[in-house]
């Protein structure tokens, strides 16, 4: 089955903090994952992809294979940063399968 | 911008009833997908088409349907609306329907259902 799990709804840190949204996924193939950020509910934008293996705002992501997992990472955290994040799995024929967000709040 | 068009922005309507929602994607894209966004359910694909055939069907209702035309906007009717139909309508496009493909998302029809 291809899956992609959020552990978390909701992640708050303080400015500055380090971040970590984790990501586990499911899939029997070789995997292509993403990270997309929405702001407000508005539209949803691509932050990274593990293929381009980029650093984006600030963000990385390392694709762990064994541990099938795609967390997202970043040093520190910055209030801008608040945003509903989802993981998602590149599946059969293109589509993406998402995770169920977490919601990241950076307080000050 | 990532190019990706949808009308109409808000769409408010009765159970019942019958809505169809627009989609152009970025110029040169083939592929396009929709997704629907709610809180039980979050983020589930729908339906997707390339070059003017469907591709791939996802968690859509049978009440749901979809085209591509010739020039590549897409349409996604939704009829007997119910409660349950709000929701935030996504649409995305790709150059093609491939796993490694970028996909770009519209800013999304938000559909309440009274």
């Given at each position: 089955a291809q899956r992609v799990t959020q552990p978390e709804k909701l992640l708050s840190v303080f400015k500055g903090a380090p971040v970590e949204l984790k990501c586990n996924y499911s899939y029997s193939g070789s995997p292509e994952l993403f990270w997309y950020v929405q702001y407000s509910r508005q539209r949803l934008q691509l932050l990274l992809r593990h293929i381009s293996r980029e650093s984006i705002k600030g963000f990385t992501a390392d694709l762990n294979k064994g541990e099938t997992s795609f967390h997202l990472k970043k040093p520190f955290a910055q209030e801008e940063d608040s945003a509903m994040y989802y993981c998602a799995l590149g599946g059969d024929t293109g589509k993406l399968i998402f995770g169920q967000g977490t919601t990241l709040q950076v307080k000050p | 911008d990532s190019g990706v068009t949808q009308t109409p922005k808000h769409l408010i309507t009765a159970t019942g009833q019958r809505v169809t929602l627009r989609c152009s994607p970025r110029s040169g894209d083939l592929s396009v997908y929709w997704y629907q966004q709610s809180l039980d359910q979050g983020l589930q694909f729908l339906i997707q088409y390339y070059n003017g055939e469907e591709r791939a069907k996802g968690n859509?209702?049978?009440?749901f349907s979809a085209q591509q035309f010739p020039d590549l906007h897409s349409e996604l009717n939704l009829s007997?609306?119910?409660?349950?139909?709000s929701a935030l309508y996504f649409c995305a496009s790709s150059v093609?329907?491939?796993?490694?493909e970028t996909q770009y998302f519209g800013p999304g029809t938000r559909l309440l259902v009274l």
């Open positions: - | 859509i209702l049978e009440r007997s609306l119910e409660l349950g139909d093609v329907p491939a796993t490694q």
